[in-house]
């Protein structure tokens, strides 16, 4: 519904004497002329009105009236139906019920209550997606807790009314979702499936291990163990590499609830990713052994990076860094304050430098001459800073937040650390004019206020082959602190800091065809290469078509070509399924055929298999702490009744003020047009002017 009125800037008695002026103008024109005597009083009474109308309205445009317009929008209320699209869902019995007769009912239930609300479907796993198909359960990881954040960020700023969660209530990924569950602000109505009795069963729960292993070193790994049912029985723990088995151990089950755990150590003397392969014997009457073998993947290199970390002085930002460095098998890291190191630099693939001031500047000679990558990190002093100038003074500082630079390319980082750096807190920064040099490559740039300044906070260069980087402020540790307090780990943080370590630590590569691919993968996670072709300039060019072939363990063969975008090249193969594959891409320049090979391992997810069993407790909780109610599969006519009948589930109505001149409306201009030319148009015929 819309209500508009007038708004009168002026005076009541100003229309009044322009319309007065109006009339007395109209009637000297028409009735005190003599030459209209013979024009008969019918035509002199219609051109009267239509000068009088027309000119009027012109003087009141000029009066500064304005036109209020209140529209009304009525907004319905949303019901969410968010469906468990996970394996989990069809692991039990009842899994010919849950893909034919529920889906069935379920969907006849949404069409009664799309008759009085607005109805949207989102169907989740490891994450949530709206559809409006019905679900396939071929998730392979089950996130609560993410659903509930992305309803909250889609649906934030709309009238919803509840949520309906269809769900075993297992969840193998994420935070526990009852502690976020209050966010939503509106009840959730779960509906429990699945089958909450426990069945003889021996799991390999998880496997604990490394990402990395050294040629020639030792490396352990623990398997978890857990028994339902089977007190008194034993089974046997098997590690197998190659088809060769590498370790066995056996495990006495002591009660119907066991919980134990395995450790071993295997020498990793074969380079390259190796794959080891755990199994633990089946028992008589276990219905689901797909839950009792997993595998795990290990990257034997045979090199480690030795990094230098110099501070002036012990500092939060310090031990932030360090544990980045420490925690990642990649990398040696040896830790001394500036004024005790007297080595030489030539052993260390990256030099760190915190709280950088003049008194390293032989250092830093150092690392020029011998071509060693350093990080300058929260320097106390602006001279000789690579690739940046600062002028001001440096006893200023402002509270700078970050944002990100999209135009970064040097290497890539996550969506949802490109998501988090807007979230950052401030950090202090010099007050001052920055200048950065040509070739310099940003990656955060500050936020002062609201204002989104050109002026970086962490920045890549190269010049002459060798790398290095700037990262100017002071509370890079609360960056730490906040992807801890937000997410309970450090992982973001974790990214951010050691991209740019192996960005600056490895060595460039100088062949004209370059091609970056994973080397681990979930077999839930879409494959991505990319690839770089340059001339004989190195400059960038993307006119050659780049080949791919892809084999698999069965010797069978794909092709494909990468598409062209941006200055580089691009190819999705989707999702493969689990395994070792082998490419090889090629592209021809100038008559020369280049080629690169590699491995991509795609790692199988289990996560589905392991527990089954359904937690209706979880599921009341959520229901509990948000005002709503739990139901089972076959009382969707009760759940329809208790949305219908929630007096807090109603239409919100939104009012939308607006307010211009009168005399910004076309549709006056066309009156007004009309009234002057149909008066024009009767004294060309009667009057003859």
């Known amino acids: 519904m819309d209500i508009s009125k007038l708004i009168f800037n002026s005076p009541w008695y100003f229309i009044l004497i322009c319309l007065f002026c109006d009339f007395l103008a109209a009637a000297v024109l028409y009735y005190k002329n003599k030459k209209n005597n013979d024009t008969p009083k019918a035509i002199l009474y219609s051109m009267f009105f239509l000068r009088f109308t027309g000119i009027g309205f012109i ?24 469906i468990d699209n996970s394996r989990s869902m069809t692991a039990n019995a009842d899994s010919g019920f849950v893909k034919k007769e529920f889906l069935d009912q379920f969907n006849a239930f949404k069409k009664e209550v799309g008759k009085n609300f607005t109805v949207k479907t989102v169907l989740f796993g490891g994450k949530s997606k709206s559809e409006e198909i019905n679900p396939n359960f071929s998730e392979k990881e089950t996130d609560i807790n993410n659903l509930f954040s992305d309803l909250e960020n889609n649906y ?3 009238n919803v009314g509840a949520l309906v969660l269809v769900s075993d209530g297992i969840y193998n990924k994420g935070a526990n979702p009852v502690y976020n569950s209050e966010k939503l602000g509106y009840p959730v109505y779960s509906v429990a499936m699945g089958d909450t009795n426990e069945v003889k069963d021996v799991v390999l729960q998880k496997i604990n291990h490394n990402q990395f292993a050294y040629l020639g070193n030792i490396f352990p790994f623990e398997v978890i163990i857990t028994s339902k049912k089977y007190s008194g029985k034993e089974v046997t723990v098997s590690i197998m590499h190659n088809g060769i088995k590498k370790g066995e151990q056996k495990i006495k089950i002591t009660s119907d609830n066991f919980l134990a755990s395995s450790n071993f150590t295997l020498s990793a003397d074969v380079g390259g990713i190796q794959k080891y392969t755990i199994n633990v014997s089946g028992l008589e009457g276990e219905k689901n052994t797909g839950n009792n073998s997993q595998s795990f993947l290990i990257d034997v290199i045979d090199s480690r990076y030795k990094v230098l970390f110099l501070a002036n002085a012990p500092h939060p930002d310090v031990s932030a860094i360090r544990d980045v460095i420490a925690n990642n098998p990649a990398y040696e890291i040896e830790f001394s304050l500036a004024a005790d190191f007297k080595k030489t630099l030539k052993p260390y693939s990256l030099v760190i430098i915190h709280g950088y001031s003049n008194g390293q500047s032989l250092v830093l000679a150092e690392c020029k001459t011998g071509n060693i990558p350093f990080w300058i990190i929260d320097p106390v002093s602006t001279d000789n800073l690579n690739g940046i100038r600062i002028g001001g003074s440096i006893n200023k500082q402002n509270d700078a937040e970050p944002y990100l630079n999209n135009s970064f390319g040097l290497f890539n980082i996550s969506d949802d650390l ?55 402020g002071d509370g890079l540790w609360r960056w730490k602190m906040r992807d801890f307090a937000e997410h309970n780990n450090v992982n973001l943080f974790t990214e951010l800091i050691g991209k740019s370590i192996q960005y600056l630590s490895i060595k460039g590569d100088k062949s004209f065809f370059r091609v970056t691919s994973p080397k681990v993968i979930n077999d839930n996670e879409a494959v991505e290469l990319s690839a770089e072709v340059y001339n004989k300039s190195y400059e960038l060019i993307t006119v050659p078509d780049v080949s791919l072939t892809l084999t698999n363990s069965d010797k069978k063969q794909f092709n494909s070509i990468f598409s062209k975008a941006e200055g580089m090249y691009k190819l999705n193969l989707g999702y493969l399924t689990q395994g070792e594959y082998k490419y090889e891409a090629k592209v021809k320049i100038n008559g020369e055929m280049l080629s690169k090979q590699g491995t991509i391992m795609v790692k199988e997810i289990v996560s589905e ?22 139901f089972y599969a076959d009382q969707l006519n009760q759940l329809r009744e208790t949305i219908l009948k929630n007096q807090l589930i109603k239409p919100i109505t939104y009012s939308t003020n607006q307010t211009k001149l009168i005399i910004e409306l076309k549709w006056l201009f066309y009156i007004i047009l009309f009234l002057l030319s149909a008066e024009w148009y009767f004294r060309k015929q009667y009057l003859s002017i």
């Open 156 to 158: 934030s700023n709309q």
């Open 59 to 82: 003087l009141l445009l000029l009066l500064n009236i304005f036109l209020k317009q209140v529209t009304n929008e009525t907004q319905n209320p949303i019901i969410l139906m968010a």
């Open 418 to 472: 490109k998501k988090f750096i807007k979230d950052l807190p401030a950090i202090k920064t010099f007050f001052g004019t920055y200048s950065v040099g040509n070739g310099v490559n940003v990656l955060i740039n500050q936020k002062i206020g609201v204002i989104e300044t050109e002026n970086p906070i962490l920045i890549f260069s190269e010049l002459n082959g060798l790398k290095s980087s700037v990262f100017i």
């Open 609 to 630: 298999k392991i527990n089954t069993v359904a937690n209706h407790q979880l599921l009341y909780q959520l229901s509990n702490k948000t005002g709503g109610k739990l």
